[in-house]
């Protein structure tokens, strides 16, 4: 039987791994994080905050370009990293890009009385996706309203739309759990009090409600609300792996401030080294045939103690 977590016993999540597995992530240099690249999974460095985001957004706009009536196309984008979404707005608009053919996916939103929370809730992604890119778009470049997906409780609509065009990118940033959008590690109980599901029986997963880890409640009170975690819900609606796995490209944003160094340096060493373990979701990318990890050069920081 594996370990119990360090932070949540009744859950799944890194802490549960080997220890030689997780110092040896903690002892990686900048240089040899970008050694662990191989093929299907490429790693950038951007030295400049500027850098970082616009080529964040330049996806958004890569993406869009390639959309036409015959060939309707999109991304599937995040709510953290946010930096990027007023730069899609303004690159569309300077560009003069017209998005009628352009399809856009929300990654997850939050569940409160078992219902996905209204474009009025504080917290909510699709607010923040609207207030912070779609809503500063011209009215006449804007993407129609039928081609904006964003996943509730009843997963049908949500789903069908991932027939309607191609996803070239989802894009996604690491939560201190380690996961993408909230495809969190699962509780340990039932079958899974020894260990943890099986990768393919998790890769089988698709949007769903999701019951969150406490890391990831943690995380986002400290994120988005300044430590008030009686505010965050417990609960959201996810995109699953089963669309993750429909989209051409997976690229991952790692400012430095959504996980930590140590993090960041773990689900890179076990994607590189083709080690998926539900326990690390992020880990089980290294199954996706094409994956980018994206890094804030600054943002990297090192694993050595230092009392303060």
């Given at each position: 039987?594996?370990?119990?977590?360090?932070?949540a016993?009744?859950?799944?999540?890194?802490?549960?791994?080997?220890?030689?597995?997780?110092?040896?992530?903690?002892?990686l240099?900048?240089?040899?994080?970008?050694?662990l690249?191989?093929?299907?999974?490429?790693?950038?460095?951007?030295?400049?905050?500027?850098?970082?985001?616009?080529?964040?957004?330049?996806?958004?706009?890569?993406?869009?370009?390639?959309?036409?009536?015959?060939?309707?196309?999109?991304?599937?984008?995040?709510i953290?990293?946010?930096?990027?979404?007023?730069?899609?707005?303004?690159?569309?608009?300077?560009?003069?890009?017209?998005?009628?053919?352009?399809?856009?996916?929300?990654?997850?939103?939050?569940?409160?009385?078992?219902?996905?929370?209204?474009?009025?809730?504080?917290?909510?992604?699709a607010?923040?996706?609207?207030?912070?890119c779609?809503?500063?778009?011209?009215?006449?470049?804007?993407?129609?309203?039928?081609?904006?997906?964003?996943?509730?409780?009843?997963?049908?609509?949500y789903?069908?739309?991932?027939?309607?065009?191609r996803?070239?990118?989802?894009?996604?940033g690491?939560?201190?759990?380690?996961?993408?959008?909230?495809?969190?590690?699962?509780?340990?109980?039932?079958?899974?009090?020894?260990?943890?599901?099986?990768?393919?029986?998790?890769?089988?997963?698709?949007?769903?409600?999701?019951?969150?880890?406490?890391?990831?409640?943690?995380?986002?009170?400290?994120?988005?609300?300044?430590?008030?975690?009686?505010?965050?819900p417990?609960?959201?609606?996810?995109?699953?792996?089963?669309?993750?796995?429909q989209?051409?490209?997976?690229?991952?944003?790692?400012?430095?401030?959504?996980?930590?160094?140590?993090?960041?340096?773990?689900?890179t060493?076990?994607?590189?080294?083709?080690?998926?373990?539900t326990?690390?979701?992020m880990?089980?990318?290294?199954?996706?045939?094409?994956?980018?990890f994206n890094?804030?050069?600054?943002?990297?920081?090192?694993?050595s103690v230092?009392?303060?």
């Amino acid at each position: 039987m594996r370990p119990f977590s360090k932070v949540a016993p009744d859950w799944w999540d890194y802490t549960t791994l080997d220890k030689e597995l997780l110092d040896d992530a903690a002892a990686l240099t900048e240089k040899e994080i970008k050694g662990l690249e191989r093929d299907g999974f490429r790693i950038r460095f951007y030295d400049t905050r500027e850098e970082f985001f616009l080529a964040e957004a330049m996806e958004y706009i890569t993406a869009w370009r390639q959309a036409t009536e015959d060939n309707p196309c999109g991304i599937c984008g995040p709510i953290g990293p946010t930096e990027q979404l007023p730069l899609v707005a303004q690159l569309v608009n300077d560009l003069e890009l017209n998005l009628r053919h352009c399809h856009f996916w929300g990654m997850d939103e939050w569940v409160v009385d078992g219902r996905e929370v209204g474009i009025d809730f504080p917290l909510g992604f699709a607010r923040a996706d609207l207030d912070l890119c779609f809503r500063r778009i011209r009215p006449e470049l804007a993407m129609p309203q039928a081609n904006l997906h964003f996943p509730g409780v009843d997963p049908e609509p949500y789903n069908r739309s991932w027939s309607q065009a191609r996803c070239l990118v989802m894009q996604g940033g690491q939560g201190e759990v380690k996961h993408w959008a909230f495809n969190d590690p699962p509780k340990r109980e039932g079958a899974y009090r020894e260990n943890p599901p099986p990768v393919e029986e998790y890769r089988k997963l698709s949007t769903r409600v999701v019951d969150l880890h406490p890391m990831t409640l943690m995380q986002n009170a400290r994120t988005s609300g300044g430590g008030t975690v009686q505010n965050v819900p417990h609960q959201a609606v996810t995109v699953g792996p089963v669309q993750t796995w429909q989209a051409e490209k997976v690229s991952i944003w790692h400012p430095g401030h959504h996980d930590n160094p140590f993090g960041m340096r773990l689900t890179t060493l076990m994607i590189s080294l083709q080690m998926p373990d539900t326990a690390v979701p992020m880990s089980l990318l290294a199954e996706h045939p094409n994956v980018q990890f994206n890094f804030l050069r600054s943002g990297i920081g090192s694993c050595s103690v230092e009392m303060h």
